[in-house]
């Protein structure tokens, strides 16, 4: 027995630590207290409903008990039962006991940090019992006896800040007195008895105006500290909206130096273009240049848009001069000194064949090119036409 009821208590402990889901609020020990008052009838368990009359009794009921976790309470209940009018259990008796009170319905959906409106609990106590009988009995004195008390309550919170809880409460107590001259105590339904209650049960407040029931705890606030931050993070936002401010004076200005660059491009471009018609008036022009590769006098594949662009112009100005110019070779060359020499040779064949101008019309020269630095210039020819428009005459 000892050890099924110490099996029992356990499971309930870790059932109960098992519910608890958020930390809760550190309970005093004057907080989460209440009281219930219940009034009801009992029955013996195997006595016909037919002699419900005859074997029913009032009881009522005083407990007191502290709510230690959400699921999980323990108290001290004490019943008292009026005289039944069948010989063996005539006299009138208290049953007295620590109980222990499971709440099912916080262990299966949690808390949430106030009762539910509808909660089921259930219940244990081990209890002493005794039994009136009078003082003036000498043959049949009062008894003590042990009893073990089981119940559930079907409860219901009301009231502002769920100060009132109305439950029903059903519960089966038996008497584990050994009758018959047993030496060991048992459980025996003929020596149980069902009964019925209704109970009122009112929370307390805490000192200090503490909350009634279980609270999560709140994190601890430290003014110092979020005073720190919240100057830390306006200074923040205050150099932030400077710098916003600093970014957009910035753009500001770009935006009215590229408008000032984009007019100064369009009036050079206008500039540009009235230099060019004016000196179109006077002169048509034509520049390129071939490069060879490094010691080779022929024209590669590649150059070869840079003849037909000579043989483009001169169909537009049939009337232009054409000149080659090579750069000498570089001081210390060996074998480069005929190497400007053959590449405008090459060149003037090249237009020749593309334009079909006799070679005696194209000018050649070895001299240095303008424009070009000492490295680049060994390894190009500059192929430059002119025309001359001054001798053109408008006159119709």
Known sequence: MKRTLSIFLFLLCALSAY???????????????SITLSAGAYHPMLYPMKYLADCSGWMGSIELRKQLMPALALGVEADGYMRLHREERKDPRTVIG???????TRLIKGYGGHPDFFEVEVMLMPAWGHLYRGTNSYFFPDENYFAVKFGADFRFALGKDDAWTLG????????????HGNQYESFDINHADLQLTVGATYHFRGLKKRPRHLAFARPQVDTEEINRLNDIVNYLRSDVRLRDEAIAAARSE?????????EAEQRLAEVEKQKSETLNKLTAQYETYIIFPERK????QQQMPMIEGVDAFLKAHPKSKVSLQAAPPAEGGKGDADLPAQRLESVARAISVKTGLELDAIATEVKPIEGLTATHAPNVVKII?????TTRSKRR
Do not use: G
Request: net charge neutral; hydrophobic share 45%.
């Open 19 to 33: 519910s608890e889901e958020l930390p809760l609020q550190r309970s005093r020990f004057t907080d989460n207290w």
């Open 98 to 104: 620590p109980a222990m009170y499971l709440n099912i």
């Open 168 to 179: 029903i409460r059903p519960a089966m107590v038996y008497d584990l007195s050994v009758p």
């Open 254 to 262: 770009a935006d009215s130096i590229a408008a000032l660059k984009a």
């Open 297 to 300: 006098s022929a024209i590669s």
């Open 385 to 389: 036409i002119v025309e001359r428009k």
